[in-house]
């Protein structure tokens, strides 16, 4: 699976992440929306397509978002890592 670099970071894509696990289109969203132990610019970035309209337009077109995406969340390797673990009781 191909990183994407962004920030001096490798990420991935939810779509990408979805692919990895094979797993349903908004599996992956869905668990992000639910991890509290995510911090926005350590564990992940939300890129705009109003703020990188030509870097999202690339993403889109290389197929590593979804096609409808407009917002784009980027998971770091760390926060890759704290979505895969479960939440402590």
Not at 20 to 35: I, Q, Y
Not at 77 to 88: F, H, M, N, S
């Amino acid at each position: 699976m191909e990183f994407i670099p962004y920030r001096g970071c490798n990420t991935l894509s939810l779509r990408q992440i979805d692919t990895l696990n094979g797993v349903p289109k908004g599996t992956t969203f869905r668990a992000f929306k639910h991890c509290a132990a995510l911090r926005e610019d350590e564990d992940f970035f939300l890129v705009t397509a109003d703020e990188s309209p030509e870097t999202v337009s690339a993403w889109r077109e290389a197929g590593l978002i979804y096609p409808a995406s407009v917002s784009v969340v980027l998971l770091t390797e760390d926060g890759y890592r704290k979505l895969q673990t479960p939440p402590a009781d």
